[in-house]
């Protein structure tokens, strides 16, 4: 199969990129702070702390066999250039032997040497010799091992960051951070240490050859052009960087937009504006593809200063030469001699302008991705944490005050004790902050007064894997995995048997129901478990948490998605498993909570009352008016199916 040109070659190359590392995304916004990135003038910016991360990639620390085949990697590598030295001399040796009519077997001779040194260096630039396809196999498993630990290390910093930063993330924009990011490191590591420094060593042995062996004119030729080639190419380059940003954050604001109107796919069906999401799609892809457009007419000409640089290089230097045979200075095999290795040379220099953008390409695509390493935790285990011991299930809260954003509290000292065993509800208005306390148990985000004990240790002093081992939450919105109910249910307690699981949605009432379904436990639920009712996914939620047996329980409204029937059902299990567990309850329904120990009633993130619910009652306060009001809404009668079924007759006739 016919090879394409370098400049084909070049030119398919930067096309391709431009289509896989299409997107540099904007940072997301957080709740309580506005973050504005600014973009570094060069994307050489902190080159030595890029690098620096790069190279713990290269050298696989802890794996003799992969430290070894990167060493065999570069003695392949320095192999290559003793190669592309010694195929010039041998094709000028060629041509001088057939111009004095040398005997067979000396001709013969260098003939094979010729092709054997042909035969390992490839097509002209060492891009598909033997030598090359050899190094490009053994370095396979040192990029597998460099692409693996960045998407790891990436993965498990993002699950490490806290859930304020979770709550304002794009999606799609961490997904193509961390796809471009992860690949821009591998490619980074093979154009720097296989492409840029080979061609730099190779310019340098081009000169000290040229000046040795034929003079000085030559090497300055080659050094001039090589200079003023690499010069304009990061000039240029770096002039088209803005071009490049601004394609790939028009890229971006499409991808975000075709993600986020799929996810929300049915707030667009009950609103009917399907034709309104494809024009503002279509709206977004004119954008990148004008961008696109000022991108690849700067690449153009990119391309003509290259080849007029090289051409005029390759022009001056062929004249010389050839004014050199003809006063009998040189031989014809010299002339092929220079034309051999100047050719051999631009070549990889050509494709030194195309890895240079590459280089910068990978630096802008792996901006976000220092973005996201370099994200602070808000929540971090202390220096010396140690591992909660929980024995009997204490929570005492001291003194709590917390807000999200500085300067409007949602909690103003809270204190409260739920003793071992205990049922303590949180009741009162939307925002008023009970849900805000079970995150705060959980330790989603850190007290700003205040602390909080459990089995008189503070949480923030312990380790956050080990708290969060003895805490089981139902929250008020569960969403499920793309998975079987079975690994749903699992997911409680990976090791868990089949039994188990079983056993736990049992007790959450759910386990006939899955019987049902055709599938069964293998049923799947679907994207975010939509394939299941509100009440579905929340009596798995609840099996989950039976399935994990924590020493302490949040439940944030667990029975809030069920019917009257299903939550009596529902609350009986509740009150068996949590019967030895320390619960809090933040419930909605008062009736649900009438046999709570404690209830604690919050306004304005304030504990304005607390008992018992008959306690409560006889107050005659803020409870007893929402207790009142509830049983009203129940007694209220509901129109019946029949009188429906008459007024809908009554429309259709008028």
């Not at 009950?270 to 503002?280: D, K, L, T």
């Not at 949602?410 to 902050?433: E, Y």
């Not at 309850?585 to 504990?607: F, M």
Request: aromatic fraction near 10%.
């Amino acid at each position: 199969m016919a090879s394409k040109s370098p400049k084909s070659k070049k030119n398919e190359t930067e096309a391709n990129q431009t289509f896989t590392l299409s997107v540099e995304t904007k940072d997301g916004r957080q709740q309580g702070s506005s973050k504005v990135r600014v973009v570094p003038s060069s994307t050489w910016k902190d080159l030595g702390r890029k690098v620096a991360l790069l190279i713990p990639y290269m050298w696989p620390r802890g794996s003799a066999p992969l430290q070894i085949l990167v060493l065999l990697c570069i003695t392949l590598l320095g192999l290559e250039r003793v190669i592309n030295v010694f195929v010039p001399i041998y094709s000028k040796d060629i041509v001088n032997e057939l111009s004095e009519k040398e005997n067979w077997k000396v001709l013969a001779k260098t003939v094979c040497i010729y092709v054997l040194l042909k035969f390992l260096q490839g097509g002209g630039a060492g891009t598909s010799g033997f030598v090359s396809n050899m190094r490009s196999f053994l370095w396979t498993r040192v990029q597998q091992h460099t692409s693996r630990t960045v998407q790891l290390q990436l993965f498990a910093h993002l699950h490490a960051l806290s859930l304020r930063w979770h709550l304002g993330r794009k999606t799609g924009d961490v997904l193509r951070s961390v796809d471009r990011g992860t690949s821009s490191v591998s490619n980074l590591l093979n154009y720097i240490v296989f492409t840029i420094l080979p061609t730099i060593a190779d310019i340098v042995i081009a000169i000290v050859y040229f000046v040795s062996y034929f003079n000085a004119w030559f090497g300055l030729i080659v050094f001039i052009c090589m200079f003023l080639y690499l010069i304009l190419t990061i000039i240029i380059t770096e002039w088209r960087t803005k071009y490049r940003r601004n394609m790939n954050q028009q890229d971006n604001n499409a991808k975000s937009k075709a993600v986020d109107s799929l996810l929300n796919f049915e707030t667009v069906k009950y609103y009917n504006s399907e034709s309104y999401e494809v024009s503002r799609f279509e709206e977004a892809i004119l954008k990148y593809q004008a961008s696109e457009w000022k991108s690849n007419a700067s690449l153009a000409l990119l391309n003509q200063t290259q080849n007029l640089i090289i051409g005029s290089g390759l022009l001056a230097g062929s004249l010389l030469c050839a004014y050199f045979v003809t006063v009998d200075r040189f031989q014809v095999g010299d002339y092929v001699l220079f034309g051999t290795y100047v050719v051999q040379l631009y070549t990889p220099l050509n494709w030194f302008g195309t890895y240079y953008r590459m280089i910068q390409t990978a630096f802008v695509d792996m901006e976000n991705m220092f973005e996201l390493l370099t994200e602070e935790k808000e929540v971090k285990d202390d220096v010396n944490a140690v591992d909660l011991l929980c024995i009997e299930g204490r929570v005492d809260f001291q003194n709590v005050c917390f807000s999200y954003i500085a300067g409007k509290e949602i909690l103003r000292n809270v204190s409260f004790t739920a003793m071992p065993g205990q049922t303590v509800a949180l009741v009162g208005q939307s925002g008023s902050g009970k849900s805000t306390i079970i995150r705060l148990l959980f330790r989603f985000y850190d007290v700003q007064e205040g602390c909080i004990l459990i089995d008189g240790q503070d949480i923030s002093k312990v380790q956050q894997s080990s708290l969060r081992s003895y805490i089981g939450v139902v929250p008020q919105d569960t969403v499920l995995f793309n998975d079987n109910i079975r690994e749903n249910i699992r997911y409680g307690r990976i090791a868990a048997s089949d039994q188990e699981v079983e056993d736990a949605a049992l007790a959450a009432d759910i386990h006939h129901k899955i019987l049902s379904l055709p599938d069964g436990y293998d049923t799947q639920v679907g994207e975010r478990g939509l394939k299941l009712s509100g009440g579905e996914k929340q009596r798995v939620a609840i099996a989950r948490t039976i399935l994990k047996a924590p020493r302490i329980i949040l439940l944030d409204e667990a029975t809030s998605a069920l019917d009257t029937q299903t939550e009596r059902n529902i609350q009986a299990s509740l009150t068996r498993v949590c019967a030895s567990r320390t619960s809090i309850v933040v419930a909605h329904r008062l009736s649900t909570i009438i046999s709570s120990d404690l209830i604690l009633v919050l306004h304005e993130g304030q504990i304005v009352e607390r008992g018992r619910h008959e306690d409560l009652l006889a107050m005659q306060g803020q409870y007893s008016a929402m207790w009142q009001k509830q049983q009203e809404q129940q007694e209220s009668p509901e129109p019946s199916a029949s009188s429906d079924t008459q007024q809908q007759q009554q429309n259709s006739e008028e």
